[in-house]
């Protein structure tokens, strides 16, 4: 804190600015913190949740005997707890034939293989009547509470007025947590076959780390081996209970998951390189603004967001995973959210537009876009190279918070290095615009950076 006002040329008046000043629109947070307006009691169970995420379930608690991870952290934890991860999941089947569907292997235990067990003799492997394998990534769940916020009808509303050639469509699904409940419309997920937070945390406490729960309390059998299972699995079912405050630890997941806040977007808007993403028909399946619903949570009601994602199933061809989940065929995959693209370092399902710059990582990710988006891609490409940088630009603000110069979600002295030339003060004669360096510490988009901003910096450096 000291270091900054010294080195600022403000002196002892920043100091004043931060004792005296109301600022009426602060950084937005970054990625892996609460979601701001949250009561004391939901920061609380924000906290709490956060703890469980990341403290492993033990065989003794029921893990296993199966599993990919033992913490939620395990996968999500780039560039916080609660983000991507470079961990993959192989999900197999048998492919579908001019006479015959794809096959899930149920019996063998498909679709997902568990790859790690605590004794060998119960470990999965791929069925050898699998002759189809994927890879899937670990993607974010940062906003998720306000992507569960967006009303039903919104969605379907987009289904039903998308912008000619396109045909997605909703994924409805049943939530775990109402087995007798009406069907809702999926938005988690490769292929939005998860409607619900709720949903999100008992699925996974099942199929990642082998945690049964009164929603699913069959254990997964190593290969679909029911003899194997009981000889491997020595907790009684369900394993996951409620403890002394009354919350599951499926539960405690979902409390930290909901609360979590949307990635940061900066500038906030106005880029070229957006008008162009959107000229290009990019913006036709990813979306980019909502306002949210009424829910149980103000801080998560009424709220503009600008994921960039429809959350419809759309075919794109040899881009599908060749995969069955619920309604979603084998070449469909669900728009993903964009927000959070500048820190990932690697792009699709499966993470295979990885190993160059982001803007190569970008490319090689939109060429792999057939199907329906085939014309979109093909636009992309026929732009200009001064075109794509601008693009390349809009895109690398999806994910990095006000002064972050590196974009590596943190606020500190290699930030304020770069940042500290910036400072314009108050009406510039040149202001600035958000294709301008200068707009990433333009925090209330005014066209400069001054003495309100310093401030608000000196509040993200010091984490206030």
Known sequence: MKLLIDRSPFGAFGALLLAGIALPQEAQPLMGEPVRGLTPQQLALFEEGRAAFTAPVLPSEGAGPVFNELTCAGCHNVPAIGGFGARRVTRFGVAATSTSPFQALEGLGGTLLQDQSFTTACRETVPTQANHTALRGTPILFGSGLIEAI???????????????????????????????????????????????????????????????????????????????????????????????????????????????????TPRSGMAGETLFGAVGCADCHVPRYVTGQVAEDALSGREIQPYA????????????????????????????????????????????????????????VAEHGGTATPSAQAFAALSAAEKDLVYRFLGSLGRAEFDWDTNNTIDEFDWFFIYPLMTGPEPATPITPDDDGAIADVDRDGDFDLVEFGKLQRAFSGQ
């Open 310 to 365: 429809d959350f419809l199933l759309h075919d794109l061809g040899a881009l599908g995973d060749g995969i069955v989940e619920g309604e979603a065929t084998e070449t469909e995959m669900m728009t993903r959210p964009l927000w959070g693209l500048a820190q990932r370092p690697s792009f699709l399902h499966d993470g295979r537009a990885t190993g160059g710059t982001f803007e190569q990582n970008v490319a090689a990710a």
């Open 151 to 265: 009303a039903d009808v919104t969605l379907v509303d987009r289904a039903n007025n998308q912008p000619s050639g396109l045909v997605g469509r909703v994924h409805t699904t049943v939530p775990l947590e109402t087995p007798s409940g009406a069907r809702r419309i999926g938005r988690f997920g490769w292929k939005g076959g998860i409607a619900t937070v709720d949903s999100f945390s008992i699925d996974a406490a099942l199929n990642e780390m082998g945690l049964t729960s009164q929603f699913l309390p069959q254990e997964n059998a190593p290969n679909g081996d029911l003899a194997l299972l009981a000889q491997c699995d020595t907790v009684a079912d369900p394993e996951d209970f409620p403890d002394a405050a009354g919350f599951t630890r499926t539960d405690r997941f979902t409390h930290f998951q909901r609360y979590l806040a949307a990635p940061a977007q």
